[in-house]
């Protein structure tokens, strides 16, 4: 999706999103005056706005969590991968 | 949902507007989603306190939630998709291998699961790259810091952990190629090389010496001065020790992971004085001449 449907999904506003990206907090394909938005970072906005709202995650924090939270999701991978692997 | 708002937030139905918000912040960093990958329980009691919240959250619907105006049903949210429900395949931008890739022998695994990745868009974890480096043999016992100097001139501290032992491979988080599109930057893996040492062989965690004494040590016992990695300590050679006989010295060996040390095995060399000794020489003459009436002794008793 394009740049104005993702704000709407996202309910985010321009600037903010430019904040984000240049932080390295939404990486979206496509380049800067043509982006390419897709789910991942709809659901990743989301996220990122819930942190910094009702989670009390400061701005500082949320590059931390992020990372963090992207780790997990790389182990749960490996290990799900293990798994299967490991089934006779 | 169909159970009490005022009950799922945990609060009293006179609870002020602050407290209802305090509460369900309490709950919401607990519950949601994105902080419990796993834990499915979690997503359905995280909806029912978000669907609680955007009925008591707001005053003028808490109002007439209050006055029987409306009630809780209804208030369910549509189904929202998280974080957690595109993250999980690995197959994005955001995808991180940083939580195992000090796995030891695992780098086949890993590269091929994450390898699979297959889109040009897709941000690339940069490569990582090979240096060699050559390590005094004290250096590599003993670690420390030393610089590396790279192919463009500049230069890399690279920590040398105490213990490090020739083949040992060190990793540089990011200090290997950038990455693709905005991607990772790769790491630097160093393989070391130890240099041997004139004195010191290691075997193991274990250090090897080979140490003259005086014949006087040898025969009658005596305390010398023994090199060990982390400098000269003092041993007790015991009486009548000759050249091949070994003295372990506990804990002066190759310092490990866990700080505890190997030990250092010194093999004991006897030594003549320098040059000849006239009173030495007379001694051992008059020594033999005994020794010899005593074996006659001996073997005419027998």
Redesign the interface.
């Known amino acids: 999706m394009r740049t104005r449907e993702f704000l709407i999904e996202a309910r985010l506003d321009a600037r903010a999103l430019d904040a984000w990206i240049e932080e ?1 907090w939404l ?3 496509g380049s800067r005056l043509c982006r390419e938005f ?3 970072d ?3 906005a ?2 990122i706005g ?1 942190l910094r709202g ?3 995650v400061n701005d500082e924090a949320v590059p931390v969590v ?2 963090l ?10 290990v799900r ?2 798994m299967e692997r490991s089934r006779p | 949902m169909a159970s009490d708002p005022y009950t799922v937030l945990g609060v009293k139905r006179d609870a002020p507007q602050s407290e209802i918000q305090k509460s369900y912040r309490r709950l919401a960093k607990k519950l949601h989603p994105d902080l419990n990958p796993g834990n499915k329980k979690a997503e359905e009691r995280f909806k029912d306190v978000a669907a609680a919240y955007d009925l008591l959250g707001d005053p003028a619907k808490r109002a007439r939630f209050d006055s029987g105006e409306i009630d809780a049903a209804g208030q369910e949210r549509p189904a929202q998709q998280f974080y957690r429900d595109y993250a999980g395949s690995g197959d994005h931008a955001y995808s991180s291998d940083a939580g195992f890739q000090d796995f030891a022998g695992a780098e086949d695994i890993i590269s091929e699961i994450f390898g699979r990745q297959g889109r040009s868009t897709v941000r690339r974890r940069g490569s990582d790259v090979q240096y060699h480096l050559a390590l005094d043999f004290l250096g590599a016992i003993n670690g420390g810091k030393q610089a590396l100097t790279l192919p463009d001139g500049s230069s890399l501290d690279v920590a040398i952990p105490p213990g490090t032992r020739s083949g040992q491979i060190l990793r540089l988080r990011g200090k290997g190629r950038s990455g693709l599109n905005g991607g990772v930057t790769g790491d630097a893996l160093i393989e070391i090389e130890v240099r041997p040492h004139p004195v010191f062989k290691r075997q193991g965690d274990d250090i090897h010496v080979e140490q003259a004494i005086p014949l006087a040590d040898a025969v009658l016992g005596g305390r010398i001065s023994v090199p060990t990695p982390a400098g000269p300590v003092t041993m007790r050679v015991p009486r009548w020790s000759n050249t091949g006989t070994i003295l372990r010295l506990k804990g002066k060996g190759v310092p490990r992971p866990d700080k505890t040390r190997g030990d250092e095995y010194v093999a004991l060399k006897v030594m003549l004085p320098d040059k000849p000794d006239p009173e030495l020489e007379r001694l051992i003459a008059q020594w033999q001449s005994a020794h010899e009436k005593h074996q006659q002794h001996a073997a005419v008793g027998a």
């Open positions: 390295g990486r979206p394909h897709s789910e991942i709809v659901a990743r989301r996220l819930d009702n989670l009390g992020l990372d939270i992207d780790q997990i999701h790389g182990l749960r991978r490996l991968e293990l």
